[in-house]
């Protein structure tokens, strides 16, 4: 799960995120808290989000002091949340940081449950997540030798702020507590891996490239490198724009050339552009016919829809009204895009799930059970098919239907994973409903059993014992 930018994330989280940033502006911390952590409980990879939360936590830490008791429990790590937090380590990460998070948001300084969003975002692969709290856990524990290490290790494979807060670090440790070979290793190894990294020599380890590509005229290998970079600079995207449109001239058949010429557009936010681009592709005679290629442009025009929401001002007078305009156009769309695929690909089944997605969430139950009926057919999509189904049947009352749908794609899911719990549940819920209590709560006990953190099912088993 490679950590995302704010452009990365859908555009109600975005609105959202700005909401946010608003209440920190006023100095209204606590609000802004409660709305940064609803968007990384959806979107636990949106770093500037997190470290926009860390900046509120500092400041209700220093305005808002826990009881002497209340420390002394939670940074020994028999609170109740930190003990939740370590059990929801072992089957869900993210869930285990979410709780984590909660008790940074009275105590942001606590070193228990920094080490758990560490170890929850090296499980999730968020190496700027992970760092971010080794380096405040490196603040607070200036003289931890161990954990100044393992926070520089981290920091030279990010680089940036962190390979020099990491730095900083060992520099102090080294001045106070004179010569130690672990610390003069570590630094040594911040520093050459720093230069391995930007030179490019960190491939060598890996066997991915030669002393002979590091020799290569250097104007070339970096012009490669940067290629192939998933994140690219504003100065590096522009010169290969530049290069490539020069390129089309002579190669204005190359469509692999074309196809990265768009995709480099869309990054720099010219859509329209990007578009131009991609219908060049799809008007070739090799082209015409390529749903991966539609899908491209489909999701390019979405985003471009979204970079307009984006950019509307939030203290316009009518920005209610144009950012309603603006979702209706960009559900209208979708909607009808992916009607036109479905026609032009009939046997695309993934499609026609897709079309269900869209048609469930717009209302249009009726519509939506026909598109998912078919693509029960595909046996990647058929159980998360059935799920759909079973909601739909669900809306139109149809519980009995409902009911049927669920056991059958519980009875084809053997694995006990979220997506079984999800059936298992939405079952309990549609038994819940129509009145059957006891055979309800046989499925939520079976949820209970193996995840007792799992939605609502505590409360719900809870409250069916206390009744008893």
Do not use: W
């Not at 008790?103 to 560490?118: E, G």
């Amino acid at each position: 799960m490679p950590e995302k930018l704010v452009n990365e994330i859908p555009a109600d989280l975005r609105r959202l995120y700005t909401k946010a940033g608003e209440a920190a502006q006023r100095e209204n911390p606590d609000y802004a808290i409660a709305l940064f952590c609803q968007i990384l409980e959806k979107e636990p990879a949106f770093f500037d989000c997190r470290r926009a939360l860390r900046i509120e936590q500092a400041k209700k830490g220093s305005t808002v002091h826990a009881g002497f008791f209340r420390k002394l429990v939670s940074n020994t790590g028999s609170s109740p949340q930190i003990v939740k937090a370590k059990m929801a380590m072992s089957h869900d990460p993210a869930e285990a940081m979410a709780i984590a998070e909660q008790i940074l948001n009275t105590d942001a300084t606590n070193s228990i449950a920094h080490r758990i969003i560490v170890d929850a975002a090296r499980a999730m692969e968020l190496p700027q997540t992970a760092a971010m709290s080794l380096e405040i856990m490196s603040r607070n524990s200036p003289k931890d030798k161990a954990l100044l290490i393992e926070f520089a290790e981290l920091a030279a494979q990010i680089g940036g702020d962190f390979a020099a807060a990491a730095s900083a670090a060992l520099d102090n440790l080294a001045r106070t507590a004179g010569f130690d070979p672990d610390l003069a290793q570590a630094q040594k190894n911040l520093s050459a891996r720093t230069t391995m990294d930007e030179g490019g020599y960190s491939k060598l380890e890996g066997g991915e490239g030669s002393y002979r590509d590091i020799l290569r005229n250097k104007e070339e290998a970096v012009t490669l490198e940067q290629a192939q970079r998933v994140q690219q600079t504003e100065d590096t995207t522009a010169r290969l724009i530049k290069e490539y449109e020069a390129r089309l001239v002579a190669e204005p058949d190359n469509t692999k050339m074309i196809r990265s010429l768009a995709e480099l557009h869309a990054e720099k936010k010219d859509f329209d552009r990007a578009l131009e681009l991609y219908a060049r592709i799809k008007n070739s005679t090799n082209s015409s016919a390529d749903s991966a290629l539609d899908r491209v442009i489909a999701d390019t025009t979405v985003k471009k829809m979204e970079y307009q929401l984006a950019q509307l001002n939030p203290f316009a007078p009518d920005h209610a009204e144009q950012a309603a305009r603006l979702q209706a156009a960009m559900a209208e769309f979708k909607l009808a895009e992916c009607k036109q695929r479905s026609e032009n690909y009939p046997t695309d089944l993934g499609i026609r799930f897709e079309l269900g997605q869209l048609y469930f969430e717009t209302g249009k139950i009726a519509e939506a059970i026909a598109e998912f009926q078919k693509a029960q057919q595909n046996p990647h999509k058929r159980i998360a098919a059935m799920s759909y189904l079973a909601q739909c049947f669900a809306k139109r009352g149809m519980n009995d239907s409902a009911v049927r749908t669920l056991q059958n794609a519980i009875k084809e899911k053997p694995a006990f994973d979220d997506e079984k719990k999800d059936l298992i549940y939405n079952l309990g819920c549609v038994l819940e409903k129509m009145g059957k209590k006891a055979e309800a709560i046989e499925q939520f006990l079976q949820i209970y059993e193996s995840d007792v953190s799992y939605r609502d099912v505590a409360a719900k088993v809870d409250a069916h014992y206390a009744s008893q």
